[in-house]
């Protein structure tokens, strides 16, 4: 059978199947140390839980609705994004989608003709290249400096921008580098963007993952002419440990909004009314169990920062947001005999049973992804196995 050009030129995430082949190997009975993982490790809060339930049991979730998200969740985000950002979009202005990644791939998929090009600061998260090619647009990659924290600066942006630059992605924070924008950085880059009318996509989904009196600026909370330059995605997954529910949204332009409802209608319809009744709970319930969360990532990140750093040839600095080290290895592998960042993952899974993710599924070389959405006691026997490891090979 030939498969479409388009799915052929297709590349599997490599987060998640990293996460696969640990599992593989798990379910053969090694005891596998899993720092790969890109989603929080606690059980949705029992409130949540409640809310789905509720709607099961009296028949809400039983059938099809709106293909923009049911009225109820919609205002709760509205009202949400009001709280912590202080701007009210209208109804129109906001769409509900199959978790942030179906978000962005639908932005991408409503945005770009054939051609077009995307900046994309790299390090970046591995499905933003696929879904604009799949749109056939062009990811431009532009290195974001590790001296730079790895932010991209306007300086950088003009290096890359031409006459087809449509759109920007902007992640902050970051995954896979923690990286967090300060408010003029952001303003920054939003009035380059005005001035060159390029259109930013702000994935925004770890905004409430930010640590150690480091605070997050929201693209919203900019100037009114930022902020309708911007396509502001986020979502329930990573702040109220919902990856499973798979509930994201889109707040920016009201056209834009309705082509991506449209886009819904015929191809996903709606996203599940249990999910959506259930979001609506955690973003308009009690918001207690995010900072429990939020806390617990923190001394996860306080305790285990200085051990990683501490490993033989890496370069780490302590990243102030999401849940994820990105510690640049280049010394450790060579020290190692790799050249290969990629070589030294796999070994690292077989040999040593640790989970990690190579840097070039997110466009570096020179870096390994480590979660620390794993309890402590995994993390520290991990980042233990991983010291011993290289401790073995150099
Ligand atoms: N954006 C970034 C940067 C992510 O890391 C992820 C998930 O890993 C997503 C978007 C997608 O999140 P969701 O579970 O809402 O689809």
Redesign the pocket.
Known sequence: MNLSKRAQRLEPSV?LSSAAKANELKAQGVDVLNLSL??PDFVTPKNIQQAAIQSIENGKASFYVASAGIPELKKAIIQRTKEDFGFEYQMNEVVV????????YTLFQVLLDAGDEVIVPSPY?V?YSEQIKLAEGVPVFLEAKESNGFKTTVADLEQVRTDKTKLLVI?SP???TGALYTQEELEAIGEWAVQHDVHIIA?E??GKLVYNGNRFVSFIELSDEIRRQCFV?N????AYS??GW???YILGNKEVIKAIADLNSQSISNCAAVSQYAAVEALAGPQDSVEEMRRTFEERLNRVYPQVAALPGVSLEKPPS?FYLYPNVRETLTMCGYENVTDFVNDLLTEAHVAVVTGEGFGTSDHIRLSYAADIETIERGVERIKNFIDKKR
């Open positions: 987060t890109g989603q989608s199959e978790g942030a990644k179906f978000a962005l998260w499905s992640n970051s995954n896979p994935d989904i770890y995605v979502g329930v997954s990573k919902m990856t798979r509930i994201g999401a």
